[in-house]
């Protein structure tokens, strides 16, 4: 079993633990197919991430299918997999885990007197016993363990003191702290890291991590105060998805250490200028869009509007900016794509956006570019990125899209004409309905039969401009499980249509692995 090597002599060097493969997909509406889930490890791996946690094996057969194939692609980066204290979801973590270069097991167990004296109904003693067999446990099976008392910073202290110490003794090799509620403060969060640094006997032998949630949000200064206290492993999700209010961004802490480095001087591994692209997959497949304000990542994050900054930007970018857009990955175009651009072209631009495509994904992106440009003006970063994006979410569809037809306006019936390639044979169907959108879901339901529920339609504007590309969500619902769909084009109907036939795919794949005898199409 191989493991990652980080330069342990650096004391100030930070590990990056992504989660938004496991705790980001916990967000309500937020979850991920086994193909999305690939391509964002894929991303991840190639930033630098030092450990991908892909998911909670036991939860469900598609979380198991994830955390196994996402541990037989990647090869630089530690995966983790998450389970209770129990030998049925450790066994499970580490089925999945085995074919990882380096695996780790990440097992955890509620240690506040809430959690325990309500959740758990265990007494302290009980559950004393239960992490340090938990952890023996998972020690036994794999020799990197991370062990996490849950709702740690609600935890009496002497009882955490206790407890880490018997995991260490146990075999965890990481200690991570979280703050599961978000209920900490920073000087508070920095003075329980720092308490645990001096009284836990044996902490040298342990990475000390933390994992804070964004209640209040204060996850990203939790983080930073906590590393400042000692930490130096941080927990965080691209665009702080996760349980309620979120997780730590990862975007954030890691560009507040890079750019703040005069007060704050540790180091981490992550390129950061493979930001954006992470943070606009992430949110194209969660349909989770970026307020246009966040940090980093928004539409607003390097714009500047008012005479004042305009004018200080020319004379001087760095008067009103604490970093480069290019830092992030938001490059000045070197070339300018059009109808014109040929396939190698647009290969190099590709690359100038750090993005690698399979030979048969770039073919059709290449399809879709040509089409756009023809009746796109400009053809900037942002609708290669959208379009790129939207090719990868439907690599596998078993329903496409073929073409539509749409007779609309404020006189007579509003009628969609869809034509669909199901299984690859061409079907065609016309329905009314009450506006262009509704006669094209309708079209849809026709053609493929369904029961599910339509939850959430999102339109977004790739660019500015009436000729802007619209990326399109779609959220259905069906016996309580959910699926995003999405679609990207220049024409917002057909965008539309693309997400919904987008989203019922992946109810069918999700229904298939429920019960095998219930496809329509
Ligand atoms: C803070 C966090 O983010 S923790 C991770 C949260 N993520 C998830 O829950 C993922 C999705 N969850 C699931 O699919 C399910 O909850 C499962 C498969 C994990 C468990 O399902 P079920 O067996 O039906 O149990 P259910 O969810 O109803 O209740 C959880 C049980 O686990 C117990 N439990 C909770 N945490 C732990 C733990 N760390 N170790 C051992 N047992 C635990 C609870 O006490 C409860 O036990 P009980 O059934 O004896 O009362
Ligand atoms: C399992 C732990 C790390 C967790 O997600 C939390 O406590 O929020």
């Not at 020319?314 to 008067?319: D, G, I, S, Y």
């Not at 970063?381 to 306006?409: T, W, Y």
């Not at 506006?435 to 029961?451: M, N, Y």
Request: hydrophobic fraction near 40%.
């Amino acid at each position: 079993m191989g493991s990652i090597q980080i330069d342990e002599k650096d004391s100030n060097r930070v590990i990056i633990f992504d989660t938004t493969l496991r705790d980001g997909e916990q967000s309500p509406g937020c979850s991920m197919n086994l193909d999305e889930k690939l391509a964002v490890a894929s991303v991840l791996e190639e930033m630098g991430v030092d450990v991908i946690e892909a998911g909670f094996p036991v939860a469900s057969i598609g979380d198991f299918e994830a955390v196994n194939a996402i541990s037989k692609q990647v090869s630089n980066t530690t995966v983790a997999g998450l389970a209770r204290a129990t030998p049925k979801d450790i066994d499970r973590a580490w089925e999945a885990l085995k074919p990882a270069v380096s695996p780790r097991i990440h097992t955890f167990l509620s240690t506040s007197p809430l959690h325990m004296k309500y959740k758990l109904q265990m007494e302290p003693e009980e559950v004393y016993d239960a992490v340090v067999e938990s952890v023996g446990y998972a020690r036994n099976l794999c020799d990197n363990v991370e062990w996490s008392p849950e709702d740690g910073t609600r935890t009496d202290h002497d009882f955490l003191c206790r407890c880490i110490e018997g995991a260490i003794k146990a075999g965890a090799r990481t200690i991570n702290i979280p703050d599961t509620v978000g209920y900490t403060v920073p000087e508070e969060f920095a003075e329980m890291i720092r308490m645990l640094m001096n009284r836990v006997p044996n902490i040298d032998q342990a990475v000390l991590s933390v994992h804070c949630h964004n209640d209040l949000g204060l996850a990203v200064s939790n983080s930073l105060a906590a590393v400042k206290a000692g930490a130096r492993q941080i927990e965080c999700t691209i665009n702080g998805i996760g349980e309620r209010a979120g997780n730590c961004a990862m975007e954030e802490v890691v560009m507040a250490l890079r750019t703040r480095n005069d007060v704050m001087p540790y180091s981490t591994g992550i390129d950061t200028t493979k930001i954006t692209r992470a943070s606009h997959l992430v949110s194209t497949i969660t349909g989770f869009s970026v307020q246009p304000n966040k940090a980093i990542v928004g539409k607003n994050a390097f714009a500047h509007e008012s005479g004042i900054h305009q004018d200080g930007m020319l004379k001087n970018a760095q008067t009103y900016e604490i970093m480069t857009p290019e830092s992030v990955g938001l490059n000045r175009s070197t070339l300018v794509m059009g109808k014109h651009s040929g396939k190698h072209a647009f290969k190099s631009k590709l690359a100038e956006l750090g993005i690698e495509l399979e030979e048969n994904q770039l073919k059709d992106a290449f399809v879709r570019f040509k089409d756009l440009a023809d009746h796109k003006k400009e053809i900037f970063d942002e609708d290669i990125i959208a379009l790129v994006d939207d090719a990868v979410v439907r690599h596998n569809d078993h329903i496409r899209f073929v073409s539509l037809g749409i007779q609309c306006g404020s006189e007579g019936p509003q009628t969609a004409e869809l034509e669909v390639e199901i299984g690859g044979e061409r079907q065609k169907a016309k329905a009314e309905g009450n506006g262009p959108v509704d006669a094209t879901f309708a079209a849809i339901r026709e053609l493929v039969p369904h029961e599910a529920e339509l939850q959430l339609y999102q339109v977004h504007a790739v660019t500015g401009g009436t000729d802007a590309q619209a990326e399109v969500t779609v959220r259905l619902e069906e016996n309580g499980k959910t699926v995003n769909g999405q679609g990207a084009d220049y024409d917002t109907l057909v965008a539309s249509a693309r997400a919904y036939i987008n989203a019922l795919n992946k109810m069918m794949v999700k229904r298939q692995k429920t019960e095998p005898t219930a496809m329509t199409a």
